[in-house]
C-alpha cells in the first residue's frame, strides 16, 4: 500500500453528481490510489483501493451493502467486508491479509463543498 503523497492534502476529486449512487470509483492522486462510494444517502466515503487480501487495486469495484448501520464494501476478489466509515475488517473470509499489509483499509476524509467532493489525503487513517 502506498502512503499518502506529502505534497497532497485535501483534493477535489470529482462532483458528487458524477458518482453514482452504490458504486465506487477510482482515483489517483500523486501516489495514492483511493476507492470512492457515493451511497444512495448521498453520503461519500473514500479508502484505499488496494485489496490487501489479494494485493489487487480493486476494491473500487467491490459490493456496496450494511452491516446493520455500518455501510460496508465487499472486496470483488474474496469477499471479505470492510467498515466505509473507519476501514475495520468485519469479515476476513478466513483468509489472512497479504504481509505486510494489513486487514483494515485506510479511510480518507471526505466533505462535500459546492458540490464538489473534496477528500483530506493527510487525514489518512
Given at each position: 500500500?502506498?502512503s499518502?503523497?506529502?505534497?497532497?492534502a485535501k483534493v477535489v476529486?470529482?462532483?458528487?453528481?458524477?458518482?453514482?449512487?452504490?458504486?465506487g470509483v477510482?482515483?489517483?492522486?500523486?501516489d495514492?490510489?483511493?476507492?470512492?462510494f457515493?451511497?444512495a444517502?448521498?453520503?461519500?466515503?473514500?479508502?484505499?483501493?488496494?485489496?490487501?487480501f489479494?494485493g489487487?487495486s480493486?476494491?473500487?469495484r467491490?459490493?456496496?451493502g450494511?452491516?446493520?448501520?455500518?455501510?460496508?464494501?465487499?472486496?470483488?476478489i474474496?469477499k471479505?467486508?470492510?467498515?466505509?466509515v473507519d476501514g475495520?475488517?468485519?469479515a476476513?473470509?478466513d483468509?489472512?491479509?497479504?504481509?505486510?499489509?494489513?486487514a483494515?483499509l485506510?479511510?480518507?476524509?471526505v466533505t462535500?463543498?459546492?458540490?464538489e467532493?473534496?477528500?483530506?489525503?493527510?487525514?489518512?487513517?
Amino acid at each position: 500500500m502506498s502512503s499518502p503523497s506529502p505534497t497532497l492534502a485535501k483534493v477535489v476529486a470529482c462532483r458528487l453528481d458524477d458518482l453514482t449512487p452504490e458504486l465506487g470509483v477510482a482515483a489517483l492522486f500523486g501516489d495514492t490510489q483511493v476507492a470512492i462510494f457515493r451511497l444512495a444517502d448521498d453520503s461519500v466515503y473514500a479508502v484505499q483501493n488496494l485489496c490487501p487480501f489479494s494485493g489487487a487495486s480493486v476494491l473500487s469495484r467491490g459490493i456496496t451493502g450494511s452491516r446493520g448501520d455500518v455501510p460496508t464494501i465487499a472486496s470483488p476478489i474474496y469477499k471479505q467486508v470492510f467498515s466505509l466509515v473507519d476501514g475495520t475488517c468485519l469479515a476476513t473470509m478466513d483468509k489472512e491479509p497479504l504481509a505486510p499489509l494489513s486487514a483494515d483499509l485506510v479511510t480518507y476524509p471526505v466533505t462535500i463543498d459546492n458540490g464538489e467532493v473534496i477528500i483530506d489525503l493527510t487525514g489518512g487513517t
